[in-house]
Structures are given as C-alpha cells and as structure tokens.
C-alpha cells in the first residue's frame, strides 16, 4: 500500500526516504542510499599502485580528496613515507578541493533551500536572480578551488598527480605564481561572498532553529595545532556534551576497533556508528559542523571570529543541523586564507618529490577529511603489489545513521494531514544540510532519480516499484 | 529565438560529469540559449517534461531503474548528447563486469539485499543501448566539448571530429625501442622528455582518442585511457586496443607489424593481464564485440574459475573481521 | 590498382617524428624517407602499393591517403561508425 512518493532534487547521486504510516500517523522513516559501481570489487588483482588514479572516479565532485586519501593508504600498503615536498602538494590539492566544495555546496545545493518554497523549480538560477552577488561571488570561489586542484594535481576533476611516495611532478611554478597572485586579488570577493551568505542564513534563524539535532556523536579530525589541516590529524569522536569518546589515528587499519560498519535489509548503504553502537540511538555526524566543533583552532583570526559568534548564538558545542551552512562559510573563510598563505610562502619545488617504496605490498589505510565529513580508505596488497582487499567508507555512510536519526525525531509522531504539502520541503531541509553524495558512497546501491521519497504502511514489506515515480 | 528546453539526467554516475556540465551550462551564450526544465543535480524539479529538445545523459546503465530511465530520456528527447566516458563506453563503472554481479555484492553487503532495486547483471553504457546524437567522451569530460556540443546543437558551429589520437598532443619525444621488455607499476624513473613506451611503460596514448591535451604524460604519468577508444580502434572490426598497440611497438621496436605485433601482443597480456587495457571500456560493445578483443576473456577469467571469487571474498571477510 | 599515384598527406601538427612509417612501408622502394627537420617525407608516392599499414602503425594517425579507398571501416552494422563521426 503505497501513499504519495516524493522525488527529491539538489543532490549528488540517489537516494530514497521511506516514511511508514500506521493509517495517517508516520510511525518510522528509514532511509536508502543507493549506488553499486563496486569500487571495493573491482580493482583486486590489479596493481595498487594505481588505486589513486582509480578511486577520485568514485566521486567527481570531490575526486581530490578520494585522490589524496587513496594515496595516503597506498604509501603505508608500499610502506613509504612520503617526502615533505610531497606532503605540502597534496595538502594543497585537498585544501583547494575543500575551497571549491563548500563555495559549490552553498550556491548551487544549499542555499537555494533558503529560497521560499514556493520559487519554481527552486536552483542555483533561481538563487542567482534573488542573490546575483552571492551567486557570482560564490562562483569564483568554486572556480578558484577548481585552478588549485589543476595546478597541484594535473586534473581539475579527477586529479592525477599523487603516487605511492609522493607525487609525480612538482607543480610549475609560474602556475603557481599565478594562482597566489589571484588570491590576493579576490580577497574582496570572499568578504562580499560571506557578507552574502552570512546575512541570507541569518534572515532564516527561525528555520535553522526548527530542525533540532537528534544524532548523537560527531566526528572528524583534529590537526592539533593550527592552521587548519583536513588531511593529517587525530580523529575524535566527541559527544552531545562535547566531551570526547574515542580517538584513532588518521593511518592505519585502528578504525576497525572504533567503529562499526552495519548491513540493514532495505539499504545498500552500510551504516557506521562507534563500537558496539546502536544503529538507531548511536548514530554519528560527521561533516563541517562536526569539524567547527573539533577543530580548535584554524589558524585564521577571521574564521575563528565567525565560529565563535556561532557559539555564541548556539551554545557550543553548536548541534542544530542547518548549522552546517554556517559552518560551510566559516572554512570557506579560512581555507581561502590558509591558501593564500601556502601559496605565497611554501616550497613546493625541493626535490625529492617522491620516495621509493620498501615493499610490495601490504595492508594500509588512510584516513583524511572530505568535504562532507571523514573518508577511509583501507587496502591490502600481495607481494607482487596486487590489491587483494578494499574498504571504502565515505562520509555519506557514516552521516547515513545521523539523517535517519534526525528524519526521525522531525516527522514521527506527526501525520501527513498535518504536514501536507509540506512534507517535501521538512525533508529535504534535513537531508540537504548533510549534503549526502550518494554517489561517492561506494558501500551503497541505484537508483536513478535523487531523494525519493516513498510513503509506506507500517505493515507493508518495503518494495520498491519497477517504474520510477514521475509526479510529485 | 525562443529558447530550447534542456534536461540533464544523471544514470549511475560519479557526479564529475555534473559538475562539468554545470560549468558548461554557466558559459553566457549557453545560459541565454536553453532552458534548463530538470536536473536533479541542480534544479528542484522533479518531474522530467514529456518533451525536450535536448538531453544530456551521463552515467552508465546499471540497474532496472537506470534503464527505464534512459528509455524515457530517449522518447522525451529531439536531440540526446551522452556525456563522459561512463556515457559512450561504460568507463571506469565498466570496470565492475571483471567480477560476477553476485560475487561483488556476497563480498560488499554478505548476502546480496533483497529489498531494492534490481542491479542488472552487466554493466551497459547508453550509447548501446539507444541512438544518440551526440557523444562527449573522456573522464570527466572537458566543459569546452560541451559547451561546443551544445553551441552544434543550437546550429550556430559545426563540430569536425579529429581522427587522432593522444600521442599527437603529449610533449614526449618517441624513440626506437630497444628492447621488448614491459615493466610494470607507476614510471618512476622514467625520463621526462621521452615516451613511455620507448622505455618500456605501458602507455594508452596511441589507442585513446585526441582532445584532451595529454595532461597525464605531462605529469609524468601514462595515458590509461580515460578518453576511450580511438578511431582507428574503434572503427575497424578487425582491430582491437590489444592488437593496434601491439603494432605500433613493435614497429618501434623495428619488428614486422604482423608477426611482430604477435609476440609483443603476447607478451603485453602477460605482463599486465587482459583486463589493464579495457579499464575504461570493459562494458563498451564497440570493444566487447570486436572478434579480437580481450575485453570478453577478461572478464572469462572470473567465470571460468570461481575459486577466484571466493577467493576475494574470503579475503575480504578476513581484513574487516578484526 | 589505379592509375594516378595517390596522394599522401602527413599532417605534421600531429607527427610525433616516430619514424614508424618509414620502418613499416610495404613498397620496395620505400615511399618515406626521413626528411633533414626529422620529420618522414613522402618522396615516392608513386611506388605505394596501398596497403595502408603506415596508417594502423602511426601512433597519432597523422597520415591521409586521397584518391583511394575512401575508407577502413569495415563494419558492417554502421553503428559505430555513424557515432564516431560525432564525438566531441
Ligand atoms: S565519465 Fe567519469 S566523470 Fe563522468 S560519471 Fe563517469 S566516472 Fe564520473
Ligand atoms: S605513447 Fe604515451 S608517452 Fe608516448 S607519445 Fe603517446 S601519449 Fe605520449
Ligand atoms: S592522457 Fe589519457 S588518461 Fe590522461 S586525460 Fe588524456 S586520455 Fe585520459
Ligand atoms: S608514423 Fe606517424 S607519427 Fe610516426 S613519423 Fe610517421 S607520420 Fe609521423
Ligand atoms: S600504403 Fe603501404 S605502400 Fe603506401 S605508403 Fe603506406 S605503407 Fe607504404
């Protein structure tokens, strides 16, 4: 028995929201990711050392950071330490892939929710209509971000230039010139970009108030000093209170014993919670919000400013979902500022680029910040460097838990009469702010259209229709 | 003018292609010329119109949904452009079919889920499975390909294709082989001004189609082959990327380019295995149906012998079980 | 075989100097030779027997026979052909 389904819109890759009904009443509401491309299947047998240039396909929109945590896990199967030259151009790869995410995130999938919701078809056009500054500004930064993965990783998408070791090739240097001279020019398109953002997130108080946080860790790596590093660190998993639970290192197949990966009959995504956690009361956030609260200090005046003004408004450690946008323009500020530091200062050409590795293979994971929250990527490989075993776990598995946990504690209890026409928007509210790349999670199965949302009855055994829904 | 309606749609997918569509679709004259009526990367709508003039489809077929998908895009649409390598030729996605659909699912989720959408048994790239009018390839394809396919359609340039292959962009200076000797793994001390091939790395370069400016060599890394086949390759129902390659070494190698070309062919496939040259083709029936291509025995070799699946998912079980 | 030598064009731009042409012509004579700049040169064109196999071993597919076959395609569905004119 089937009710309304609802197609959801302004993500990346698919998903379905399944809301079960006792009569009118929403008694549980579960959600699906989907996605099969086997990116834990297909590469063994071939050789791990090309598992970098493999794995940024897992995720287009942030295949730089896929590239730089693949890397990282393949120098330990290679058992390698990667020379410090080598280090900074990866950092840099990823520090400009996170540029780019967070200005792409807020102009073309999240604040366009902030539109009224009765704007047709709902867009980055739209929001450039109502917002054209914010939507240019925000652009360049997009653009910008997407110059510094090319020059440092030879790609703009799916980057190319990280080895087992190191990398490649040292960047050319005018290149980099170039780019740094660019981030002393658009200095002031960032403070109207954040102006922009700031103020549009701050009209909307009352809706980010409304959506109250029922996930119950956060995790995310902590550089331990400053400046802000999404790349190397401690991972921490703190609690409601912020008090910390657990911590593993950024290397190395420890994860295992801190968190759990969990099967559920209706999804291909595998959802993570801690050790022996419950599914449905121990889910974990990870993501901007989860790294504003465990990062101590970003090393930038500006952007600690901003998170400290959040604080203020929203207690710490700041737990409401939508804050997540917040959070989004507050490493976009020190990002860019971080940035613009390297690129003036750093010294990228000192050879060694790359170290030889010490054996054929082994097993290694490497553990780094993506955009939305944290990545792993875990192999093992034969002595003749053949992979023999993959693990990927992306960020939208382990936030998988937090939205369910979250699309809960909003709709049970209340009835359809009740949220009528409404019921679209509450939920895409939710799922938007964790910005799941259903896509990039490689644990999770199909489907082709976005978010669908399906309507069931309690009773009924989830089955999904063969033919996909065509009206709202 | 009025403007033309466009639908993005977006099968399974990365998302790189999105968001290079997306750039394209920022170019002004693009934005001025179309309407964009659903994309549900970027647009909140929801339904796809009966009717558009043009669609761009990226991603590869790999489920029911996927597929019902591509049939409606296919009826709504006057002029469909498949976009990326996923797109015209399974790309990396394609990669899968080298394991039974069941072995990967038994090793990811234990029991393969029962509760949702069908995955097909192989993976298909739509440009098999529907005309199409148009198709920008490479992973992630460039947006000023895009963007020109677009500009086509609107009428105001023709596009020529270029019958070429990487190797006329790539800065590296080729040389006479020496010696057939292939070696394996990333060209770490390889020189930077001569060809991969001449110094015995395997190089995709001469198999893959032109356009995208050789940005991997130039970083010092082999071309594997993210543009899709060439058309020398793709073309001829007798040749294959196994066999042209083979050739073209072994002239360089000053052998003779039929018997020649069979040692070295040889020796290629045992070097790397026959599934290294189809890593973004395997799935591609221009490549699957060609009499002398390896694309099929590739993926033999799991059917052939399930102890290597169960081999994989053994292994599997035993790193995650700690 | 026709009566006019054909004519043949190498398109420098893509020329990689591999000389591979020259190694493979099927002519007795040769119809390339290597020119002062490296690049093979077409000095015999009158000899060529049309085989085409300098084209199957050029790397970067620079080298154009007019006046001949107009084409290789020897698939016989037209398929792909039809789709490879429109790759961008
Ligand atoms: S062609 Fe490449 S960029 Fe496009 S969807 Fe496939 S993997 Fe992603
Ligand atoms: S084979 Fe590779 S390295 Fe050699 S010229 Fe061609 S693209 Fe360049
Ligand atoms: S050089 Fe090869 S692998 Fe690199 S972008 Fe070009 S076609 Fe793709
Ligand atoms: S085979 Fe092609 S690339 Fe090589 S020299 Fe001859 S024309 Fe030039
Ligand atoms: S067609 Fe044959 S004979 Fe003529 S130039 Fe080419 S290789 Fe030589």
């Known amino acids: 028995m089937e009710g309304r389904k609802l197609l959801m819109t302004l993500l990346e890759g698919h998903a379905t929201v399944y809301i079960k009904t006792e009569g009118d009443k929403i008694v549980d509401v579960l959600y699906q990711g989907v996605d099969v491309r086997f990116f834990e299947t297909f590469w063994v047998g071939n050789l791990v050392d090309e598992m970098p240039r493999i794995t940024p396909m897992i995720c287009g929109v942030c295949s730089a950071t896929h590239h730089v945590c693949s890397a990282k896990a393949v120098d330990m199967v290679r058992g390698v330490e990667p020379p410090e030259t080598a280090i900074r151009i990866r950092d840099a790869m990823n520090y400009g892939l996170h540029l780019n995410n967070q200005a792409m995130h807020l102009v073309a999938l999240g604040l366009p929710d902030f539109l009224p919701p009765d704007t047709p078809r709902r867009s980055l056009i739209q929001l450039s209509k109502a917002r054209p500054e914010l939507v240019k500004t925000g652009l360049e930064l997009v653009e910008l971000g997407f110059q510094v993965v090319k020059v440092f990783g030879g790609r703009d998408v799916h980057p190319i230039n990280a080895i087992a070791g190191g990398v490649a090739r040292p960047p050319n240097k005018s290149d980099v010139e170039k780019l740094a001279a660019l981030f002393r020019e658009k200095e002031a398109t960032l403070k109207r970009f954040v102006e922009e953002a700031w103020s549009l997130l701050q009209e909307n108080h009352s809706k980010i108030e409304k959506y109250k946080p029922s996930y119950k860790y956060m995790m995310a790596i902590d550089p331990g000093k400053p400046p802000y590093n999404p790349s190397h660190g401690t991972v921490k998993i703190i609690d409601e209170k912020g008090g910390v639970k657990t911590t593993f290192p950024d290397k190395g197949p420890e994860y295992l014993h801190a968190l759990d990966e969990h099967t559920v009959d209706y999804s291909y995504i595998k959802m993570v919670t801690p050790k022996g956690g419950d599914l449905r009361s121990d889910s974990i956030m990870v993501g901007a919000l989860a790294r504003l609260n465990i990062v101590t200090d970003y090393g930038v005046e500006w952007a600690n400013e901003l998170r400290d003004k959040i604080f203020e408004e929203w207690g710490k450690p700041a737990r409401h979902t939508l804050l997540t946008h917040y959070a989004r323009i507050v490493e976009t500020v020190a990002l860019y500022e971080i940035l613009k530091e390297k690129l003036a200062s750093e010294d990228y050409y000192t050879p060694p680029h790359a170290n030889p590795p010490t054996r054929g293979g082994g097993e290694g994971a490497g553990i780094v910040e993506a955009p939305r929250g944290l990545l792993i990527h875990h192999y093992a490989a034969d002595e003749a460097s053949r992979t023999v075993f993959v693990n990927i776990i992306t960020p939208t598995a382990i936030n998988a838990a937090a939205i369910e946990a979250d699309l809960r504690n909003h709709l049970v209890g209340k009835t359809l009469t009740e949220l009528g026409d409404k019921l679209y928007a509450e939920v895409a509210a939710i799922v938007r702010a964790y910005d799941p790349c259903m896509s990039c999670s490689t644990h999770t199965a199909l489907q082709p259209a976005p978010i669908t949302i399906r309507i069931v009855d309690a009773n009924t055994p989830i089955k999904l229709p063969l033919k996909p829904p065509r009206r709202r | ?322 | 075989m026709p009566v006019k030598p054909p004519t043949i064009i190498i398109d420098y731009d893509r020329c990689k100097k591999c000389l591979n042409c020259i190694r493979a012509c099927t002519a007795f004579e040769g119809v390339y030779e290597k020119g002062e700049d490296g690049y093979p040169k077409v000095v015999r064109p009158e000899y060529c027997v049309e085989c085409l196999i300098c084209h199957l071993v050029c790397p970067s597919n620079a080298i154009t026979h007019k006046n001949y076959r107009e084409t290789l395609v020897l698939d016989l569905s037209g398929l792909p052909i039809e789709r490879y004119k429109h790759i961008v």
């Open chain 2, 1 to 322: 003018m009025a403007k033309l309606t466009l639908a993005a749609v977006t099968l399974t997918a990365c998302g790189g292609c999105d968001v290079q569509i997306m750039r394209a679709l920022l170019h002004p004259d693009i934005m001025e010329s179309f309407e964009i009526v659903y994309w549900p990367f970027a647009v909140e709508e929801t339904r796809l119109p009966e009717k558009v003039d043009v669609a761009l489809v990226n991603g590869v077929v790999r489920t029911e949904e996927d597929l019902e998908k591509l049939r409606e895009v296919r009826k709504a649409a006057r002029r469909l452009i498949v976009v990326g390598s996923c797109a015209g030729f399974s790309g990396i996605a394609g990669q899968a079919d080298y394991w039974p659909t069941d072995a990967s699912l038994r090793a990811v989720y234990g029991k393969p889920p029962e509760n949702t959408v069908k995955v097909l048994r192989r993976v298909f790239s739509p440009a098999d499975l529907v005309p199409v009018d148009y198709i920008v390839s490479r992973c992630p394809p460039l947006v000023p390909s895009i963007v020109s396919a677009l500009r086509a359609v609107l009428g105001k340039t023709s596009i020529e294709t270029v019958e070429s292959t990487v190797c006329s962009q790539c800065p590296r200076r080729i040389k006479e082989i020496k010696e057939i000797h292939f070696k394996k793994g990333m060209p770490r001390d390889a020189d930077p001004e001569t060809c991969f091939l001449s110094q015995g790395y395997l190089c995709m370069g001469s198999v893959t189609l032109v356009g995208c400016g050789a940005p991997c060599t130039r970083f010092g890394l082999p071309c594997f082959g993210c543009s899709g086949p060439s058309h020398e390759v793709a073309l001829r129902r007798d040749s294959d990327i196994v066999i042209a390659l083979a050739r073209k070494i072994a002239v360089l190698a000053g052998l003779d380019p039929v018997e020649g070309a069979e040692t070295v062919k040889k020796k290629l496939l045992e070097t790397y295995g026959p599934r290294r040259f189809y890593v973004f083709t395997m799935g591609s029936e221009v490549i699957r149906t060609k009499p002398n291509a390896y694309a099929v025995e590739a993926a033999a070799e799991t059917r052939l012998n399930p102890e290597l699946c169960e081999k994989m998912i053994e292994t599997r079980k035993k790193y995650l079980r700690r």
